[in-house]
């Protein structure tokens, strides 16, 4: 049996986490300029709630809310939760900035990177191999990088704390071994004071909260659990049924899902460049998954 039918499921759900994270910057755009936080305060609450809903209604699915009270009965992985959510905020907070400022090239550039900087954890953390192939194949990714970074004038700092950032995220979750939706209830559960306390804090400063309220905004706020909840419960998924690189390596169906709605939604110019850049990125994709025989890699 080929690596492609053991891991169906797994790669199925690491490349559809990355198409909707494609996504995510027409919903920010459409929520417009806000108090960043703010928009990272709702991401977290009503995940949460999105969560608590899901570990009760389908305790068979998910383990119910015994699953959560069980991890967090371990020292070490209570640690790793604070971790884990301290890391995954400080991604989402730099991330919505990027979009806001207009500095969205920067953050393309990060999930460029992310990719690279995961199969080099995956390497040193989970003792994963390459062979010769799946060096060519990072090689001519990474070759496709270099001319990104090379065309932008370099790595900015929003880049490279959104891939190191967001990879050692995946790290520290596949290391503790706790299923996607228990993992992420505890670390927005973890989040629920501070933004609770936030939003009073927004309120006691004459602040409408809410994204200035109305009921257009409001709706606004609690899609943001939903686009928070959904790719990254089909992250986690493929995260844990795959080898580190090769989920890594399908998150590039995120910036090619971005660059497709830059060019045919927004009617971004598509210079010979990115045409050039991700021609190597594909190519190096093919030839990584072309070559693959065993669920376990090389």
């Not at 496709?144 to 967001?166: D, N, Q, R, Y």
Request: one cysteine or more.
């Amino acid at each position: 049996m080929t690596f492609l039918k053991l891991n169906s499921r797994g790669l199925a759900s690491a490349s559809l986490a990355a198409l909707l994270w494609g996504f995510v910057p027409v919903y920010i755009g459409a929520v417009g300029v806000v108090d960043p936080i703010e928009l990272v305060v709702h991401r977290a609450l009503w995940s949460a709630v999105i969560l608590l809903f899901m570990l009760i209604c389908l305790p068979r699915l998910t383990g119910g809310l015994k699953a959560d009270r069980a991890a967090l009965a371990t020292p070490a992985l209570r640690r790793g939760f604070v971790l884990s959510c301290a890391l995954l905020t400080v991604n989402w907070i730099v991330f919505v900035h990027a979009v806001q400022t207009r500095q969205v090239l920067d953050a393309v550039i990060g999930y460029f990177i992310y990719p690279l900087v995961t199969v080099l954890l995956g390497m040193a953390v989970f003792r994963e191999r390459l062979d010769r192939w799946g060096w060519v194949a990072v090689a001519i990714v990474a070759t496709g990088v270099m001319v990104k970074a090379t065309g932008i004038g370099g790595i900015p700092w929003i880049a490279a704390v959104l891939a190191v950032s967001f990879a050692l995220y995946g790290v520290v979750r596949k290391r503790m071994g706790i299923d996607g939706i228990t993992g992420m209830f505890v670390e927005t559960v973890i989040l629920v004071p501070p933004c609770v306390a936030y939003l009073w804090w927004m309120q006691a400063g004459g602040k409408t909260i809410f994204f200035g309220g109305g009921t257009v905004n409001i709706i606004m706020a609690l899609l943001a659990g939903v686009i928070t909840v959904v790719p990254l419960i089909l992250y986690h998924a493929g995260n844990r049924a795959l080898p580190l690189s090769v989920a890594s390596l399908l998150f590039y169906i995120n910036p090619t899902t971005q660059l497709l709605i830059g060019v045919f939604y927004f009617g971004a110019a598509f210079p010979l460049r990115e045409a050039f850049v991700f021609g190597l990125i594909w190519t190096g994709l093919v030839v990584y998954f072309a070559t693959r025989r065993s669920p376990s890699g090389p």
